[in-house]
């Protein structure tokens, strides 16, 4: 794929959620450089299979969505 284009409504949830996610990890390096890693190693796993890039990524972004807020303890 050359280009990947997300479009969120101005004032949406998913927009927030968005923002939320990458200003957390512009203030912490250390879970941008693991998400980094995640994001690359899912990629060179999982090359040609979208759904499978995404659920090895999961865990991550679920541990970072708790740290930032995104995601209760309990969830």
């Known amino acids: 794929m050359e280009h990947h284009l997300y479009l969120c409504p101005e004032y949406s949830e998913e927009l927030r959620r968005h923002t939320t996610f990458r200003d957390y990890l512009r203030s912490h390096p250390e879970d941008r450089d693991w998400y980094a890693q995640v994001k690359a190693l899912a990629a060179r796993a999982y ?7 995404l659920t090895a990524k999961g865990p991550c972004i679920e541990e970072i969505y708790r740290r930032c807020g995104l995601l209760g303890s309990d969830q």
């Open 47 to 53: 090359p040609d299979d979208i759904d499978n890039y």
